[in-house]
């Protein structure tokens, strides 16, 4: 069965801090993962998008790895601020096809 | 011009009320999308549009009806929603739908409608 799966579910932290969200999946075949910044209420950001071939991808603060032999990938946010408080979401795409899978998301929280 | 624009921005209406949603982006992408998404859960896939052609259909009731006029435009139509239809709604555009093992295409989203039916 094709899933992502996300962890923690939800994490707090303290302002400067540093995190790492975690995305195991099991969709076959794969064709790439992207994981999205979301503030309550509003449409999702992408933050970095990362075919099969790809190991690491960074967008300023984020660092997004992926790890394809264990269906494997991370989220590392450096030096957070009050503003990286939103779900973050892990998403896989199908080969050829336009369907993906949404993994449920972890809520950050960063405090002052 | 990187963005997806929906309107409104929020929606109220009675389950006797027929009302639209409207998508529109000028990136020139091939795919929208229509997703459906209910509190504290990510986005649920509704409907996909490939070169203005219905590609997708994730059996959603007939209440909800898309339409494509163009490739810039995407609504959804809605007509006798239950109170359970209250969601965000939100759109997507993305340039390369092929999904082929290279591809980095993304979907970009809009910020959603919030509808609200009564």
């Known amino acids: 069965k094709n899933q992502v799966e996300q962890s923690p579910q939800s994490l707090i932290i303290l302002e400067g801090k540093n995190c790492t969200l975690q995305?195991?999946?099991?969709?076959?075949?794969?064709?790439?993962l992207r994981w999205y910044k979301q503030d309550t209420g509003r449409g999702p950001v992408s933050l970095t998008i990362?075919?099969?071939?790809?190991n690491t991808k960074s967008n300023g603060r984020y660092t997004a790895t992926l790890d394809a032999d264990t269906k494997q990938s991370s989220l590392h946010i450096t030096a957070s601020q009050l503003s990286d408080s939103a779900s973050y979401i892990c998403?896989?795409?199908?080969?050829?096809?336009?369907?993906?899978?949404f993994g449920a998301g972890t809520r950050l929280f960063v405090k002052a | 011009d990187t963005e997806v624009t929906q309107t409104p921005k929020h929606l109220v209406m009675g389950m006797t009320n027929k009302k639209s949603l409207k998508c529109e982006q000028h990136?020139?992408?091939?795919?929208m999308y229509w997703y459906k998404q209910k509190a504290k859960k990510p986005p649920e896939l509704m409907f996909v549009?490939?070169?203005?052609?219905?590609?997708i259909n994730e059996s959603v009731p007939s209440r909800f009806s898309p339409e494509c006029p163009n490739s810039s435009l995407l609504n959804l139509h809605l007509h006798a929603l239950q109170p359970e239809d209250s969601a965000l709604y939100l759109c997507?555009?993305?340039?390369?739908?092929?999904?082929?093992?290279?591809?980095?295409?993304?979907?970009?989203f809009g910020p959603g409608t919030r509808l609200t039916v009564l």
């Open positions: 995305c195991n999946y099991t969709v076959s075949p794969f064709s790439n």
């Open positions: 549009y490939s070169y203005e052609k219905l590609s």
């Open positions: 997507a555009s993305s340039q390369d739908p092929s999904g082929s093992r290279t591809s980095t295409d993304t979907q970009y």
């Open positions: 990362m075919t099969f071939s790809e």
């Open positions: 990136m020139g992408h091939r795919a």
């Open positions: 998403v896989v795409t199908y080969t050829g096809g336009f369907k993906t899978i």
